[in-house]
């Protein structure tokens, strides 16, 4: 049921060396998933193709139920805590890694009738912040994330890490070329574009609050730039409104991640948690 693992060079986790380089692995097809909780979220999925999982004795203690489900048709390898420095040439503390073939990509358009609230990320190559922004959107429900070419892969570790998982939830796209031409399919696709923007230039922008009293646009396209730059000008005038949050005067801006979560929250305020809330008043009432 379980591969035990004796030493770093054992040939059946050769795999796993170079886990930190992200070309590497893309290279390979593959992407790694880090730490207990992101790995359980993923075998439990049961959408991913898992190449193989690596733990150590007390994790594999700990995702039993999860590591049951699949064996016999993954490799599940145990080593001790202290040979993952030695097999991966980096400590990881959560002792527990798995090797997961990339999925192939959605096409845009395809990704675009499936949804109604999408973000659109452009030049965030932060890892934290990718994950973050993944975070958010599964929180408060939307339907996809749209990266731009440079922007950090939302299958790199520390971007599944952050995302507690949710990168390999909410559906994506990370597009490799035509940008920002390709944003001319949300128009297309029936999306209103609206930009949020740090320091609103001119008169064509409003408050967050503004633009969320009015009723939401069917399909709806929240498109964020990189801390301190911000978007570029191409994708600013390709934007149907320019929103931004408005803050304390000694304060010049807001990490991208927690605007992105303040933006969603205002935006899905009206139509999120339904059931929740229904639950609860009947409840109540009993």
């Known amino acids: 049921m379980f591969e035990r693992i004796f030493t770093a060079g054992d040939p059946r986790v050769a795999d796993y060396r170079g886990v930190s380089d992200p070309e590497l692995l893309r290279s390979r097809n593959l992407f790694v998933a880090e730490g207990r909780v992101v790995v359980r979220r993923l075998l439990e999925d049961g959408r991913w193709t898992v190449r193989s999982v690596l733990v150590s004795d007390r994790a594999r203690q700990d995702l039993e139920p999860a590591l049951a489900a699949i064996a016999g048709s993954v490799p599940i390898f145990v080593c001790e805590s202290t040979d993952f420095v030695g097999i991966t040439g980096h400590q990881m503390h959560r002792g ?107 008169e064509s922008w409003e408050t967050l609050e503004t633009f969320a009293s009015r009723p939401r646009p069917v399909k709806l396209a929240l498109v964020i730039g990189a801390e301190g730059s911000g978007i570029t000008p191409a994708v600013d005038a390709a934007a149907d409104h320019r929103i931004t949050i408005p803050m304390e005067p000694e304060v010049d801006s807001l990490n991208l991640a927690v605007a992105a979560g303040i933006a969603l929250e205002r935006l899905t305020r009206d139509t999120r948690g339904r059931g929740i809330l229904a639950a609860r008043t009947s409840g109540e009432r009993r």
């Open 96 to 202: 527990c890694l798995a090797l997961v073939e990339r999925p192939p990509a959605l096409p845009l358009n395809e990704l675009l009738r499936q949804s109604c609230l999408v973000l659109v990320l452009e030049g965030v190559a932060n890892a934290d912040n990718v994950g973050g922004v993944f975070r958010n959107a599964a929180a408060f429900g939307a339907d996809a994330v749209i990266l731009s070419p440079s922007c950090c892969s939302p299958l790199y570790r520390k971007a599944i890490r952050t995302s507690m998982g949710a990168s390999l939830r909410v559906p994506f796209l990370h597009l490799a070329d035509e940008w920002p031409s390709s944003l001319m399919q949300l128009r297309t696709a029936g999306f209103t574009m609206a930009a949020l923007v740090v320091r609103p230039i001119g």
